[in-house]
């Protein structure tokens, strides 16, 4: 009869310290069962690192969920260091999917899924048990032979057993299935995870562009004012102007002033705001590199129909609940298998040796059978819980799809309008400021009054700010579009947007 293997069990160097114990004379074999194996385990573990020992992928969950995460990067492992210099949008989104808690998290809970799925397959397989003792007697005692006897007595005793689930009426098979949607949800939810995070670094970097842009807008206004009140005070000197003219000026100067205050201290939160999107401190010091909004943006193409079929198609928080919906109907699978009997063989090799008698050598097998008679009704009401959770579960999945419906149609409509309202700000912007400069004029000509400077410096200052919040938008709502469409994995389906 062929040896039999221990390296699949046991691993190989774990092995040879088995069969070299198993070859030892056998008032030793009891005593050095597991010592051996405790010296193999640290062999092992000193050559290849105790983690991978005690935690083999064997079943190859690892490429499982790297297969199901394809296209996204694992922060596991990876140096997440701020690069220095000027930040583009594509190394703040990297940045912030290496480093961000929620994706760190997200990623975490897919390993563990992945973990899981590797736990319930291995129910396939037969466990394996051994153990190994030494017992010393001393003093007035029953031996054995059951007679007092004051005799010091040793009994060792080494064991290993063997038990298989031959068939169990669906149990692992839907506890498998079980666990195969729970990781198809939790890598859809990553990837889910992933996408609210770069589209929440897009709001945060152009915010900070945005806030950058209204603080130069505030300064610029500012400016002006300043200007207006000078010709002001001027023309009162020359006698053209009145007191109330300086006043007006002075309390329009005043006010922007003021608003240049908290256009800074709006840009320090955004500031602040993007840096914790990124994983860093609020106080990171931060310098962008944004691109410019082009001066020419395309209409919108894709018809509403197309694009809600592919929204169904490819946003992952829909995959999730669908997964969860097959989730629970594996889940019901189980709750039912639970009061099936399950049928399983044992097979066992025992060594006895005792100093009062004679040693023990013998095999043993054994064909089982466990039938559930009555359990206090725990599995019925076990299987109403899992039939209640699949209708929770699919009416879930009835509130995502039209969830993502109403994203689409918002998310395109909020495109159209940010595309129309670029070309609308931009020849607002123009008006406004020649309106400015020629209600200026006409104050230092005489001509006009100071409540004219004002206003047109006051529509000025605010088609200024409207054509920053007009960009900001459609950055925002092209980024939005592609979130809902399921496709912002990245920067690069924005530069496509």
Known sequence: MARPSYNFLLGKKTAVAFRQITRS???????????????????????????????????????????????????????????????????????????????????????????????????WLPSVTANGAET??????????????????????????????????????????????????????????VQQTVFAVVQAYYGVVAADASL????????????????????????????????????????????????????????????????????????????PVPSDVPGLSGHMADLMAEASRQRPDLKAALANRDKAVADVGLARAAGRPVISVGAGKSFVSNSAVAQQDYNTLSLNVAFPLFNGFSKSYGVRQAEAGLEASEAALEQARLAVSQSVWNAYYHMNAANSGLSTTAMLIKTAENNEEVALGRYKSGVGTILDVLTAESAAASARQLRINSELDWQVARAQLVLALGKLTGTDPLAKA
């Open 216 to 291: 130069a807008a505030a300064h610029k206004t500012e400016t002006i004012h300043a200007r207006s009140l000078e010709i002001a005070r001027a023309l009162q000197t020359g006698g053209v102007a009145t007191l109330a003219d300086v006043l007006q000026a002075q309390t329009a100067h005043e006010e922007a002033i003021y608003a240049r205050i908290q256009a800074e201290q709006s840009t320090q939160l955004a500031h602040s705001a993007l840096a914790v999107a990124l994983g860093l401190s609020a106080d990171q010091p931060l310098r962008l590199a944004a691109d």
């Open 136 to 193: 010393r007697s001393s003093g007035k005692y029953l031996n054995t032979a059951a007679n007092l006897t004051s005799s010091a007595e040793t009994n060792r005793d080494a064991v290993v057993s063997l038990s298989w689930t031959l068939y169990d009426f669906g149990s692992r098979g839907s506890k498998i299935s079980s666990a195969a949607s729970f990781l198809d949800a939790a890598t859809a939810s990553l990837g889910n995870v």
């Open 25 to 123: 004379n056998s008032r030793r074999r009891s005593m050095l069962l597991c010592a051996g194996i405790l010296v193999a385990i640290a062999t092992q573990a000193t050559a290849g690192g105790i983690g991978d020992l005690l935690t083999p992928d064997i079943l190859n969950t690892s490429s499982r969920l790297a297969k199901q995460t394809e296209g996204l990067s694992d922060p596991a492992g990876r140096q997440c260091v701020a690069a220095s210099g000027t930040l583009t949008l594509s190394a703040s989104v990297d940045l912030a999917l290496c480093r961000n808690p929620v994706t760190r998290s997200a990623w975490a809970s897919a390993r563990e899924a992945a973990a899981a799925l590797g736990a319930a397959e291995g129910a």
